[in-house]
């Protein structure tokens, strides 16, 4: 498409009008980059008074990859192109904002290149909300990562398929579905930008209020995701710890009862603290218990003695077992299997309405 700018002054004066009351910044350039109008909008916007523009080269309030970015774009405006695309410039204060811009190249009345005319909107709150966005997916896929290792280490490979997959459901759950509506108003409030900025306005405050509950999902996950220090910590701090924290979230009386050393092998220690987390999980999602009784100890003949106790609503244990089966969780066969690999033994005893006891006992190899 070809535009023509007439110097007839009637339409000078529409232009101008148009120009001054869209609400977005509008800029246009001479056939050498050169500023040669620009209007209120866009003077607020950078901070630069109209002076301070008139005349200059546009590169000149670029600088980097964006000043390329500028350069780029307009050779394609010389060659007659439209086209849309995103920048970042610093306001004449410092401060980093990044632009949306639409530009069209103009046209002489003998049909040469003239220059362009760009309309530039301040995108720069909902970039932040992407970038914000994109971190939290990365620190998310590097816990992943870093646990998968753990995992392969700890137990070369078995029990990570459905610990992965118990890690995807709760990703899926709890993040994946706030990303993904947050991606949608992005989307919204992009389109909604040239016409409706108040609308943005409030997309973006809804947008930032969905973004909280994401941040707070993420931290949930990423604190069931990592494994303590054990080594810094010691094991005992570290379930002195859990307990505490389970009992602050829960609401639920859980007394911790320990008499076990400091220097369990690492594999009994990680192992170990792994049930009690599933164990305590269950009771939180499941039980409805007012009490919880945790107790490890190390017996005469060199066995770590687990027992976790609840006051809950209990369950029919043969039904449970062959649901998960077919359920792909860590759950009571994972917490099983990870005794095996201990080389202990996992009983459970419960009944409906009598509560839910789980014993494990593992033989301390030095
Ligand atoms: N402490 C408990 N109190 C009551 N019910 C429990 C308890 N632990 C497990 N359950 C029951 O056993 C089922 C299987 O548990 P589990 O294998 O951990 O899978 P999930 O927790 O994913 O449902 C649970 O769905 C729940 O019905
Ligand atoms: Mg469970």
Request: one cysteine or more.
């Amino acid at each position: 498409m070809v535009y023509k700018v007439d110097q007839a002054e009637e339409l000078e004066g529409k232009y101008r009008m148009f120009f001054e009351n869209m609400g977005e910044g509008v800029c246009i350039l001479n056939e050498n980059m050169a500023i040669i109008s620009v209007n209120d909008k866009l003077c607020e916007t950078s901070g630069y008074s109209r002076d301070e523009l008139l005349g200059k080269e546009v590169t000149s309030f670029f600088e980097g990859a964006n000043k390329k970015i500028i350069e780029k774009e307009f050779k394609k405006r010389t060659k007659g192109k439209t086209s849309h695309y995103t920048v970042a410039a610093k306001t004449k204060e410092g401060k980093e904002l990044f632009f949306s811009v639409c530009s069209v190249p103009l046209f002489d009345k003998e049909g040469k290149f003239d220059g362009a005319v760009a309309v530039i909107s301040d995108i720069t709150k909902t970039k932040k909300a992407e970038e914000k966005l994109k971190e939290h997916t990365i620190e998310l896929e590097k816990e992943v990562e870093e646990r998968t290792e753990q995992l392969v280490d700890l137990y070369g490979g078995v029990a990570v398929t459905e610990e992965r997959n118990r890690l995807a459901q709760e990703i899926h759950d709890g993040l994946a579905q706030t990303l993904a509506s947050s991606l949608l108003k992005i989307d919204f409030c992009e389109r909604l930008l040239d016409d409706n900025p108040k609308k943005v306005k409030k997309e973006l405050l809804a947008l930032r209020k969905i973004l909280a509950k994401g941040i707070k999902a993420t931290r949930h996950v990423i604190f069931d995701l990592r494994l303590p220090k054990f080594h810094r910590t010691g094991f005992v701090t570290v379930l002195r710890k859990y307990l505490e924290e389970f009992r602050r979230k829960t609401g639920i009386a859980a007394t911790l009862n320990l008499k076990v050393e400091e220097s369990l092998p690492m594999k009994i220690q990680v192992g170990t603290y792994r049930i009690i987390r599933e164990a305590m999980n269950n009771i939180r999602k499941h039980a409805k218990a007012k009490n919880v009784d945790l107790r490890l100890r190390t017996d005469k003949n060199r066995n770590l003695r687990l027992i976790v106790k609840d006051d809950g609503k209990g369950f029919d244990l043969n039904r449970a077992l062959t649901q998960s089966k077919y359920a792909k969780n860590f759950g009571l066969t994972g917490m099983e299997e990870q005794t095996k690999l201990l080389g202990g033994i996992f009983t459970v005893k419960t009944e409906k309405g009598q509560g839910t006891k789980i014993e494990v006992k593992v033989p301390i190899e030095e």
